[in-house]
């Protein structure tokens, strides 16, 4: 059952004031508003998290998905032998951290008029905090067909991997943190809509959040937040979006780069978003090119794309940025540890 209306409403305007407030101060006169940026004190959890992930560890991981590509015919792409080595290889290394680990599979569309099966998704969380309150943290482990994805998103996939290694499953946490990888994204978030689809009335009520994490490593890229931004619920996020976004800016604030606001625009938050469900994204930018304010600002290449290798046979671990991974990691476990351990009534 869901809260009362009155409860939530106050809720939501909360997380909206909070995220107002702190916004604050002068924007620049670039193409996007910087994101509402909401300081956050960590707490035990929070700096131990953020002091034990690297990107070293998260470039293993990165290694290990390029062996993946190179073993199956270049790609990691739902469905095929490439994406099912991901998915055990995501499977080996939650389980060797203490992890119970569930691969529920999902009915894949005909295509062309030819059934294709099944493909799994790789689903996973904590021991601790309480279920009822459950913050979703989800990357998609499928490339394209065309490369071995490991910026797109071997680099969301190795954040998860590190943030859960080190997080374990018995941390000391309010609430539940739950690490999702969803198979078939690059064919339209097929993973993550049978994973929400799937789901009780009663288990998406749990959902307190979900934070998508797609491309977080490209060689020219950005510091962007999404949820709270534009003009309708698909690109904004339902109400308390903004609040996620905002802890997210804020951590990456605190790593020493001031984070841009940005639409969603239809990955695997879309699901969550539909269900109500608020969200957040982290995501560096892909095909469009990086401005010269930017530039002075993040460093990197004006007028250069984010990422030259974006759905490419380039996108190899020669592709991975590990400045930009390292900002990302450390603030993506910044925000995970916060929401985890943060007092029920900033959650749904
Ligand atoms: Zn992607």
Redesign the pocket.
Known sequence: MRSPKSVLTRRRLALALIAGVVAGGCSSPGAQPPAPNVQVVDGPVARQLKASVSDAGAVTHLQALQKIADDNGGNRASPGPGYDASVDYVTGVLRAAGYDVATPAFELPRKRGREQGTARNVITQTRTGDPAHVVVIGA?LDSVEDGP?IV??GS?VATLLEIARHLGPSAPLRNTVRFAFFGS??SGSEGSTSYVNGLSTADREKIALYLNV??VASPNGGYFAQGGVGDEQSQTGPPGSAAVAGVLAGQLAATGVKAEAIKFVG?DETPFVDAGIPSGGA?NG?RKDKSGEQAQAWGGQADERYDPCYHKACDRLENVNRVVLGHYLTAIAGTVAYFATSDQSILR
């Open positions: 998609h994805g797109d998103n969301g994204e690059e797609d491309m990955d995501e892909d």
